[in-house]
């Protein structure tokens, strides 16, 4: 497959406040990508969009929208349109989970997190994937997780928003190929990133890998066209492979212990 080019591509990017997204913006600018991000935070939006420009010289736009509100992506898209912002590149990134024991955890985070990592992440792809398979070519990276693999206890609806996030995207892969439109999901580990903030859950320090790192292997994986990425630890992609091995019940028995052993069946959200 011919290498992907991101000079002077337009990649859209959402949740760049902070975390993955700002990384995978910044690394974008350093390939030579125009960008426009997209979060609720529009001071940190702002201030990445302004670190960017000062180290590379591309256009960056900025652009504020809540992609769980009722109109949230259907705004987002007439703002592009409003401002003649044509996407090459769509980066589903922005992304969030509720942790701790389900029935004691907030409905509305659990919710909202569907919302986000599935029904925006949906909404976007068919719209601006739309348009990419009118023009004949573009592309569409979805981070999902190592958590799409198996079920998580303590995380039980993240994990199953990103095993739908597998799945689409291997689905509509598949269906795309040889249009001109690729698409490939990303699959981090533990990354250091404000993933848990709001929450007394904490990750295993000498298992997390920094954004910058999973962003240049993203990236790479893209360009040479995977379907999926593991853009963390090689011990990772292995983790991978274990649910497709063991019988399912063992599986989240494991990883059920291994997050009891994280103190994640104790976590909560603070506030
Ligand atoms: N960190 C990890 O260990 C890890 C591992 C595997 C996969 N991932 C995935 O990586 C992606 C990025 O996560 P992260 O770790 O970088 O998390 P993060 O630091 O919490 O960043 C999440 C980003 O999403 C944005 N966001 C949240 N809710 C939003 C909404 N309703 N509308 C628009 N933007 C919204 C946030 O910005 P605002 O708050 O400003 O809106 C922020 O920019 C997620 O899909 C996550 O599931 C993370």
């Not at 337009?10 to 949740?15: I, Q």
């Not at 109109?71 to 912002?85: F, K, N, Q, S």
């Not at 701790?100 to 986000?116: A, C, I, K």
């Amino acid at each position: 497959m011919v290498m992907y080019r991101y000079r002077g591509v337009t990649a859209l990017v959402t949740g760049a406040s902070k975390g993955l997204g700002a990384a995978y913006a910044h690394e974008l600018a350093r390939r030579g990508a125009h960008l426009v991000l997209v979060a609720r935070s529009g001071d940190a939006l702002r201030r990445v969009a302004d670190e960017i420009r000062e180290a590379h010289q591309v256009d960056v736009h900025p652009v504020t929208a809540d992609l769980t509100a009722p109109d949230g992506v259907t705004g987002l898209i007439a703002e592009l349109d409003r401002r003649g912002h044509t996407v090459d590149l769509l980066v589903n990134n922005a992304g969030a989970g509720a942790v701790g024991p389900f029935l004691s955890s907030s409905l509305q985070r659990n919710v909202s997190s569907v919302e986000l990592n599935v029904t925006a992440l949906m909404s976007l792809t068919h719209v601006l994937g739309g348009r990419m398979a009118e023009r004949g070519h573009g592309g569409i990276i979805n981070v999902a997780s190592t958590a799409a693999f198996q079920s998580m206890p303590y995380q039980a609806s993240y994990a199953a928003t990103k095993a739908f996030v597998l799945s689409f995207t291997e689905s509509l892969a598949e269906e795309l190929r040889g249009t001109g439109v690729r698409v490939m999901g990303a699959h981090p580990g533990a990354t250091a990133t404000g993933f848990f903030d709001g929450t007394t859950a904490t990750m295993n320090p000498a298992f997390i890998d920094a954004p910058e790192g999973v962003a240049v292997k993203t990236l790479d994986a893209f360009a040479r066209g995977a379907v999926n990425s593991y853009p963390g630890r090689a011990v990772n992609r292995v983790a991978s492979w274990v649910p497709r091995v063991l019988p399912r019940t063992t599986v989240t028995r494991l990883t059920g212990q291994l997050n009891r052993r994280l103190g994640l069946h104790r976590a909560h959200d603070l506030g």
